[in-house]
């Protein structure tokens, strides 16, 4: 199959090869799916043997190749394949995950089926003009890793910041709080077998005023903090009842308890640790560069992968509400089986989020791609919103009625219901019937060979093997704290100064007889960086620390560190049994904190600077407090949203202009066949470039003429038949021919030309620069110099 075209480049998908409706043939158009039309989301459906994995990993592979992240929840175990990728195709890649068994039964050792299987994958892949660069090329893409909650076999992930203060933007829309409100109380419900109905469970009341209470505030909760408010809750009534009357408690302690011995489980110790669930940061490297992102939960129970599944779609709703509105694909959120997590009865915690980002994701350029082999379990009302439906083989005909239902009135009626139920009875395996709300008809086609191999279900030992030479998630290390120096004499009390002399207290987390504490001198202010034409008017809060040594003097702060918590936080009185270490020689009987303060005021105004970045030739430039990393991503987004639009422009450019020329080719084939008597100049035994493929994928099938459809290389003017026949026909075959040739040139000049303007969006090609906003005099204030009394860990030596 040719592949002159880098159709990657366009936002094209490259997903099989059309076969034309009511044929066996398997000649036709490659498939080339736009994926700005994911945005409106997609579902696949099919048996057991249809071709579905293969499918929904085509998908992801596609959209690795389009440098667009994805995150995908694995029920099963399977897409945990797109890190098999063999750029050589050799039998020693293979071998490793070779099925001993499965070879035993076909008399092979595993070597021989080790050879058998790298032959199998390089004969398929040639036979969709796919090779191994094209792997190469797919690996160093993204960055596929996998991540296993409540495991180490992958990346372990922490729940712990699921509890969260949600962004500002859901906090003002009254039904996504209300949804991410429900979800996290149920799910947590569940994790104790409780059944938390929103309107009659006092449990799920509970948590959620809980949650409602402090996210309100902008304060964030961990799962210790929410125990110890269900038995003393910040508030004194729960509706129009007092809360003793509402929830004795006695009762609120039963409830703790039953949550406490969940997180005290050691078995639960490792959800816990690991990757926070911050969306940003799984689906974007700290250059900006797209992942693939695996959550495998097969390992888990029913109601530990239902907990972890909704917390993942309120992470997802969370980040989706901080996007700009695109009409561009952004990111994928595939999960590849449904089954269970939005059924058309009951409200399993994970239905409400799910419908959200089915309803709400397509403005911010966010596609959900949901697979079952299941078709019944489905909520068919829910499902109206996707727009992109893949149906394959089906097991019986009450599966068909189901899908057949969800397909037409998805189409608001639009399918022929025969025509599509004799295609969904006549499906082989590895074809699927597309339905489109960005399609003119629905269209038949064999899937491609995937580029990566496919296994079978992934375990968590082989999870383990796969990831090993990953990079180990790191735990952000806790700030250093100071260790007493040998000989210090330790206090009781702390020193007497000055009455104007603040001293405050940084204290650890931890219990101990004995507090021993380090002094620091620390300073905070305000800052206020302001700049008219460019709408920034950001107000931030310094803080820095100096160790107070033997040797100090006066404070030099240039070698000031910064203060990992807010001064102003820091309590004003000391826990009992603290001790103190000394201060420098002199330093009780110093009174000029007020120099100090102005010295430091001075220090900012010199070296404090708001540093942002700036493309010029988009004229973009960065937000106070966006990084590098996600400003490139935005940049990306921009590009994408800008490339989509020029695209489709030059598209349709060159299909006005291959139009004009194929009227004219009609005229000429009817003028053949009227002065030949047959139709011989033209055949529909065809095989298709991807160039005709691209026009069709941008201005619809229906825009292909059947001249356009039915040209070949076996054409009037490569079959060498001209001068064999009578002057008239011969007249009319070089006509046709010489039009045949203006339209491949055509062709050859669209692919140029689009390859050329995709190239030109590259968002590598795009130059950035810093510049930094400076702060005037008067934009520093609420200054403050302190002694800071640093707690020392006990577990250190001193």
């Not at 199998?120 to 003009?129: A, M, T, V």
């Not at 893409?141 to 729940?159: D, H, L, M, R």
């Not at 010489?738 to 969006?761: H, K, P, R, T, V």
């Amino acid at each position: 199959m040719e592949t002159k075209l880098a159709y990657e480049k366009l936002g094209l998908f490259y997903l099989g090869k059309e076969l034309p409706i009511g044929e066996k043939s398997s000649a036709g158009l490659p498939l080339l799916y736009k994926s700005k039309n994911l945005t409106t989301h997609g579902v696949i459906i099919g048996m057991t043997g249809s071709g579905k994995t293969g499918l929904g990993i085509g998908l992801i592979e596609e959209a690795i190749m389009d440098d667009l992240p994805s995150i995908i929840i694995d029920p099963k175990g399977d897409m945990a394949n797109l890190l098999l990728t063999f750029p050589n195709l050799e039998p020693a890649d293979f071998e490793p995950w070779i099925d001993s068994a499965e070879a035993s039964r076909k008399n092979l050792s595993v070597p021989q089926m080790a050879e058998k299987t790298a032959s199998d994958w390089r004969q398929g892949l040639d036979s969709w003009g796919q090779t191994g660069e094209r792997i190469a090329h797919l690996r160093t893409k993204s960055t596929v890793t996998v991540y296993t909650p409540g495991s180490s076999a992958g990346v372990p992930v922490s729940i712990m910041a699921s509890f969260s203060a949600p962004a500002e933007d859901v906090m003002q829309d009254q039904d996504s709080l209300n949804a991410l409100v429900g979800s996290t109380a149920t799910s947590l419900l569940a994790l104790i077998n409780i059944d938390g109905d929103s309107l009659t469970s006092r449990e799920h009341i509970l948590i959620s005023s809980i949650l409602l209470h402090h996210w309100r505030q902008g304060e964030d909760l961990s799962l210790e903090t929410l125990i110890g408010a269900i038995v003393n809750p910040p508030f004194d009534k729960v509706g129009v009842f007092g809360l003793t009357s509402f929830f004795p408690q006695a009762e609120r302690m039963k409830l703790a308890m039953l949550l406490n011995n969940v997180i005290a489980s050691p078995s639960f110790a490792s959800w816990l640790q690991g990757q926070p669930l911050d969306i940003q940061n799984i689906l974007y490297d700290q250059n900006g560069r797209p992942n693939t992102a695996i959550f495998s939960i097969a390992h888990l129970s029913e109601t530990e992968r239902m907990f972890f599944v909704t917390l993942l779609l309120n992470a997802m709703i969370g980040w989706m509400r901080r996007q700009q509105g695109t009409s561009s694909l952004k990111a994928l959120l595939y999960m590849d089986e449904i089954f269970g997590y939005f059924p058309p009865t009951g409200n399993p915690p994970s239905k409400k989020p799910m419908l959200l980002l089915l309803k709400q994701a397509r403005a911010f350029g966010i596609g959900v791609v949901l697979a079952t082999q299941n078709p019944v379990d489905l909520d068919y009302k829910g499902l109206s919103n996707i727009g992109t439906w893949f149906v394959g083989r089906l097991q019986t005909t009450q599966d068909q009625d189901r899908v057949l239902e969800g397909i037409v009135g998805a189409s608001d009626g639009v399918l022929n219901r025969s025509l599509v139920r004799k295609l969904l009875s006549d499906m082989k395996g590895r074809q699927f019937l597309l339905t489109s709300a960005h399609l003119d008809e629905p269209l038949l086609f064999e899937t491609r060979w995937v580029m990566s191999y496919l296994k079978g279900p992934i375990s968590l030992q082989d999870i383990d093997r796969l990831m090993t030479d990953r990079p180990a998630f790191e735990e952000e290390s806790e700030p250093s704290h100071p260790v007493a120096a040998d000989g210090y004499a330790l206090q009781s009390s702390p020193p007497i100064l000055a009455e104007d002399i603040e001293q405050r207290y940084h204290l650890l987390n931890i219990y101990a007889e004995e507090y021993r504490f380090e002094p620091w001198l620390a300073a905070t202010a305000a800052v206020r960086f302001y700049n008219n034409s460019r709408n920034i008017d950001e107000v931030s809060r310094v803080n820095f620390r100096l160790y107070l040594d033997e040797s100090f003097g006066e404070p030099d702060w240039t070698d000031a560190e910064p203060l990992a918590a807010e001064l102003d936080s820091c309590p004003d009185k000391s826990p009992e049994g603290s001790r103190f270490s000394a201060l420098p020689q002199g330093f009780s009987s110093l009174k000029n904190f007020r120099g100090w303060e102005k010295d430091f005021s001075n220090h900012l105004y010199q070296n404090q600077r708001l540093h942002l970045l700036r493309a010029p030739s988009l004229k973009m430039e960065s937000k106070p407090g966006e990084s590098e990393a996600d400003f490139k991503v935005r940049i990306a987004d921009r590009l994408r949203e800008d490339k989509d639009a020029a695209v489709e422009k030059l598209a349709g450019k060159f299909q006005l202009q291959k139009e004009r020329l194929e009227k004219k080719l009609d005229s000429a084939y009817a003028k053949l066949e009227k002065e030949k008597g047959d139709v011989s100049a033209k055949t529909t035994d065809t095989i298709l470039s991807f160039g005709t493929a691209v026009l069709g994928a941008f201005m619809g099938r229906k825009k292909l003429s059947s001249t356009t459809m039915t040209r070949t290389a076996s054409g009037i003017r490569k079959a060498g038949r001209i001068g064999k026949e009578k002057d008239d026909v011969r007249r009319a075959e070089e006509l046709a021919a010489g039009l045949e040739q203006e339209i491949e040139e055509l062709e050859a000049e669209q692919n140029q030309e689009l390859e050329e303007l995709a190239d030109s969006f590259d968002p590598t090609l795009v130059e950035t620069e810093t510049f930094a906003i400076k702060p005037r005099r008067s934009d520093i204030f609420d200054v403050k110099v302190c002694l800071l009394w640093e707690m020392v860990s006990p577990q250190m030596p001193g």
